[in-house]
């Protein structure tokens, strides 16, 4: 069960305004600033930032709690803003050259992203020429930093996955961003032509999962940092999963109590096949939520204690997220199939949240067949499939 924390409270107090603007996110396919501004009136921007820029270093429990909340309301928006919230976390494990380059005169700075190895890059004194189409970047139109993902060679001639941080002013943004689901997000693509991005803006991913990247160890009384950059990083797909399938169940019957058949009068959202649709959704959601509230309690426990996760653990955490939104949009799809043909007019609630629940199985890290692999391997002793992120 869900715990009432200060930051909940204000995230639940904003909820019905943010509803009333989800279909205005939808109509402009991204953010409104009006939404953005409400969202960081709360503060929520700051959760996994450092304190010692002024950030909160909020537990993973609590923080998935606001998101699933905030995704009820507004799935697309929450998937942008959840994005620039936990990429402070990753932000964290840069160079405190960087640390102080984005939260040193604007604290409440933000980055979205486009991390998949598409960048095209050039090896110059003291740092690489960035180019590229950087698609996928959620929430883009708000932020004043972007993170993007780009293969170099190291010292050993070895393919080496590595992220650069680029500011606002160094690339443009093309509106491409035409989508059936999550449409509020605002993911376009950024264009960058030959940036200089130098050396202390730019961190190896594998260091950034095995506790050697230039920002680990900053911060060594913090709760949250002793820890890999991945799970806090795709922590909100699964919230966001989650609080869809929990507002479906409420969306469902309050939408389909009064509906009768068109044709003979009678009563279908108390028949008894629609009881039974919702019986099980309500479970299959129930059981997502303490799968989810375990792997979250889990991340938390591991970072108080300032003990690294094994492999096993990784493992755990990567699978068990994937197997919640699974858990979830069969949840959705159960009940927008017994909602009747009105549920499909734009109108209505539940066709949004059909659509946006589809699209949280649809990112590289919550794909359960990938990572069903993942842990079928791991299971077996097997080692890790190089070709599965």
């Known amino acids: 069960m869900t715990n009432t924390t200060p930051m909940l409270e204000r995230i639940q107090a904003i909820l019905p305004e943010l509803a009333a603007r989800a279909a205005q996110s939808e109509h402009e396919r991204q953010v409104p600033a009006e939404t953005i501004a409400l969202l960081k009136s709360t503060g929520l921007h700051r959760a996994f930032q450092p304190k010692a820029y002024g950030g909160l270093e909020m537990s993973l429990p609590e923080f998935g709690d606001c998101v699933?909340?905030?995704?009820?309301?507004?799935?697309?928006?929450?998937?942008?803003?959840?994005?620039?919230?936990?990429?402070?976390?990753?932000?964290?494990?840069?160079?405190?050259?960087l640390q102080d380059e984005l939260w040193g005169e604007n604290p409440d700075a933000t980055a979205s992203s486009s991390i998949a190895p598409f960048g095209r890059t050039e090896e110059v004194e003291g740092g690489v020429l960035f180019s590229g189409e950087m698609g996928w970047s959620s929430g883009c139109d708000h932020a004043e930093w972007a993170i993007v993902g780009f293969n170099r060679m190291n010292p050993a001639g070895e393919k080496t996955y590595c992220f650069a941080?680029?500011?606002?002013?160094?690339?443009?943004?093309?509106?491409?961003?035409?989508?059936?689901?999550?449409?509020?997000?605002?993911?376009?693509?950024?264009?960058?032509?030959?940036?200089?991005?130098?050396?202390?803006?730019?961190?190896?991913?594998?260091?950034?999962?095995?506790?050697?990247?230039?920002?680990?160890?900053?911060?060594?009384?913090?709760k949250i940092f002793y820890t890999p950059y991945r799970p806090y990083f795709a922590s909100g797909f699964s919230s966001i999963s989650l609080g869809i399938a929990e507002r479906m169940l409420e969306a469902f019957k309050e939408k389909t109590r009064n509906r009768v058949r068109a044709y003979t009068g009678a009563s279908v959202g108390t028949a008894t096949p629609a009881l039974m649709r919702l019986a099980e959704s309500t479970h299959q959601v129930a059981a997502a939520r303490a799968l989810l509230e375990k792997t979250w309690e889990d991340h938390r426990a591991h970072g108080e204690a300032k003990r690294y996760p094994s492999v096993e653990t990784l493992t755990a955490w990567r699978t068990n997220q994937a197997y919640v939104v699974k858990m979830c949009v069969e949840s959705v799809k159960r009940l927008f199939e017994a909602a009747g043909a009105g549920a499909w007019f734009e109108t209505n609630e539940m066709q949004r949240l059909f659509r946006d629940s589809h699209m949280t199985a649809a990112h590289a890290y919550t794909d359960y067949d990938v990572c069903s692999q993942i842990l079928g391997r791991q299971l077996m002793g097997m080692e890790p499939d190089p070709t599965m992120i």
Not at 69 to 96: E, P, R, V, Y
Not at 179 to 194: E, F, N, P, Q, V
Not at 206 to 221: N, Q
């Open 68 to 97: 699933a909340a905030l995704a009820g309301a507004d799935a697309g928006a929450t998937w942008a803003f959840s994005l620039l919230c936990t990429h402070n976390h990753q932000l964290a494990m840069f160079s405190k050259q």
């Open 165 to 222: 941080v680029v500011p606002r002013q160094d690339y443009t943004i093309r509106d491409d961003w035409y989508a059936i689901g999550m449409r509020g997000s605002g993911s376009k693509t950024l264009l960058l032509d030959k940036v200089f991005v130098p050396e202390h803006r730019i961190q190896a991913a594998k260091d950034m999962m095995e506790g050697r990247s230039a920002g680990f160890g900053l911060y060594p009384d913090s």
